[in-house]
């Protein structure tokens, strides 16, 4: 027998439970629940109501992916620099919730934001009054920030990490001042890694699903809940095929941006898991 | 041609990473328009010294003077000093043309004796094409710095290094990553164009035949202090002690004893020579090049020995001859091959003899053969 | 006399720059670390005040979010008596530990397998593995549960091993080909050359050599299956929920302590999981 056979069973089971799955989506997609041809799926989402869940996606997303590149590039940054003894445990303590459960993240952080929450017992004892924060979008953007923070260090921390540091020498060498190091050496140079976290970031923040209703009460839906809610419309005959539609163009969205991102960082020099 | 000025002096420089002394008490001084290489292995403080001068290092105590005033203080930036980087340390998210002009870019249009930016980009290009030309790299300006062989990058960071016009360039074994020839014809250019430009270059290296190609002035360097210092054909033919004559090129090193003025003895045998002044009976060193010892019938010889192994070097033969008297192994390079077996004699004129006091501090004897380049 | 004064005075002005110069040198870099030094305890603070929050609460008295009111371990014996958690943990557990043994298998011989294959092929079946790792989960769970729900395979335990499976697999076959890759290639042969049938000499010989990339892929794909919610969501039902899904069920019905108590121990086991898998690989290059 030979050896390239005994891939055999990694090759079907990815079919099956990888691509396969795909094509249903793909399938019902472009169908009604009759089996016949149509693109009225997609026309769904024209719809105000759903029209404004998406819109509301993308605009957190892009806050969310502003914020985790403004609070992850100095974090990178301090973290690749040279002379930091506890560097390695941050990273790895920085990296830590990457892999943990999005849902008990989630979890603790309502529980630090709830009415009755810590947020607001540390307020009223500092005489400062209660605020509502649970249910404002300004909650599920920090929830999304909290959760995918590490996603935007990972990348650039990686890039900065591999750089010469006579690169840096030479730029001082020829007359950059520290800051201007930074804007015309560090910051272009990092650029594969800052594509690499703004996509890392951006495409879950898009899709995710359960951050937003837990953390305002269900009142604000975004792309992610929407599917979940589509397919739960039991009384919807076209439940799965506007469902799939929607996952579809996900999807689509996810790998143009891969694609995007593999054209401007060729190397894969941003580390990213892509 | 070199000038007398002192342009950057150190003195008494120390540098200290945590425990470890890399610098000890550096004196120095470098005149405009020298092309001076600081040689030693690998490890000997060179490059910390290269660094203190771009500004990269602080020394840990000591005076770095440029033109009489305190250079330590003035950062890297505003030194007009430039460096060529071991590894060249391109930018390489620019291409070669904005790789050269970085420097100008950072400039005022005053700073480049012009008055608008539109002024400022042409005055650039103009100058960033001549250095194109002095490096012969014209043409390359759209290319990317990853797409160029190892010597394009370093004809293109010594370009980006000399655009700005520094009064001292700093080199930092820039010619280490290169294969022989292409080394050879750079060594030659390298120096066309510090006579060319008429600005002080300094050059860290542990390529002896570099250093001898190339410099006005040689410093070798061993354990963080400088050994010797003088013009090239100086330290070759007068080795100050046993490891700058053992670094710089092949050399029988040993022991002997001085009887008296112009009278040594080595390997048993007493020899005339030309140096004076060590006393009698005093214990020195003697450096003899293997291209000094002629051999001779083995009758009419000052030395016998048999011959050990012979190579063939290119434009000459290397043998190694076991002396009768004591066993020592010589060192031989000749035109003419003697076969293996065969008994010869060696003479060896007084003026080609080396008496070298023995070294007293530890950090001047020979350490090892590490570092040390074979021609 | 007055040359000396006036040389002197001249000077001063210098020497009290280099001084400044040396003290605003220093001083920058001292700046640059208490900076660092604070940015880092913020984010930290942010990062791990939440769950540290929640693991205190989990050992609080009374049910009040904001009040202390002494520690107690009820809420964990709570926990350990209710037969609903208790079915999702051995859920959770059966799963993983399945879904981690078939996965690991699959996944090494298709590392071996590709590993085999020229550049071309290799380079696609890579590519598949890619696609649930890229695939927003929810998509992927969705995927899977219409392809359950067309062919009429009622949702439940299976199912939700069946996704695990797949999506475990390529965190085993990427820790798995990188030992592949550092093995000399003329092991296996130098095997067959001295008189090993070939499945032999995959055990005498490639298996122990790769044997620390099965151990961390194993290792992360139990992660993976511990941790995951959103895929688990979409190919079960609440017929046979897991743990995670407990949890989600519960936020619906307002916060309660045993909920914290389930979190803290999650958190911990998965915490110490990827601990060891650090100590393995380093996290940041997986």
Redesign the interface.
Known sequence: MKRSWYASPYALWMLLFAVVPLLFVCWYAFTTPDGAFTLANFQEFTKPRYMGVILRSLKLALYCTALCLLIGYPTAYFLAGRGFNHAQSLVVLILLPMWMNLLLRTYAMMTLLDDNGVLNAALTALGLGKVRVIGTEGAVLMGLVYNYLPFMVLPIYTVLKKMDYSVIEAAEDLGCNPLRVITRVVIPMSVPGIVSGVTMVFMPAVTSFAISTLLSNGKIRLAGDLIDYIFNQSSNPNRWNIGSSFSLIMLVLILLSIGFLRKVDPDNEGGGMW | MVQDTRLIELKGVCKNFGDTQVLRDVDLYIRKCEFITLLGPSGCGKTTLLRIIGGFEMPSSGEVLFEGSDLTVIPPYKRRINTVFQKYALFNHLNVYDNIAFGLNLKTPEQLGVKTKAEKKKEIERRVKRMLRLVKMDGYEKRSTDALSGGQQQRIAIARALVNEPEVLLLDEPLGALDLKLRKEMQLELKAMQQQLGITFIYVTHDQEEALTMSDTIAVMNGGRIQQIGDPKRIYDEPKNAFVADFIGESNILSGTMLQDELVEFSGTEFQCVDEGFGTNAPVDVVIRPEDIMIVGEDVGMLTGTVQSVIFKGVHYEMMIKGESDGTLWKVHSTTMQPVGTRVGMTIVPYNIHIMRKATTADAVPVSDSGKEEA | MVKTISAETRRAP?DR??AR??RW?AN?ANRLKTV?TI??AL??L??????L??IA?SFNASV????WTGFTLDWYVKLFNDPAILGALKTTIEVAVVATIIST???T??A??????NSG?AGM?IN?????????????G??????Y??CHVPLGKWTMI??H??FD?PYV?FSVMPKLRQMNPNLYEAALDLGCK??KA?WKVIIPEITPGIFTGALLAF?MSL????ISYFTSSDMYPNL?RI??SS??LG?KPT??AL?TL??TT??IL?VLV?KRTK??N?
Do not use: C
Not at chain 3, 46 to 51: G, M, R, V, W
Not at chain 3, 112 to 117: E, F, K, L, N, W
């Open positions: 210098a720059a280099t110069f040396a040198s920058r660092r940015w880092m984010l930290m942010f990062l791990y005040a939440p769950i929050i929640m609460l009040s979010r904001s009040q298998i699959i996944g011989l298709g071996i397998g590709i590993h085999a294959m092929m079946l598949v593995s890619y696609l649930p790792m890229t695939t927003p989960d929810i998509v992927t969705v995927s899977l549960m219409l392809m729900l067309f069946f996704a499976i797949a697999i076959l070939p499945i995959l992660t941790d995951d919610f959103v995670s949890v989600y936020t619906k916060v909920m914290y979190s999650m958190f998965i915490l990827l650090n996290l940041e997986l």
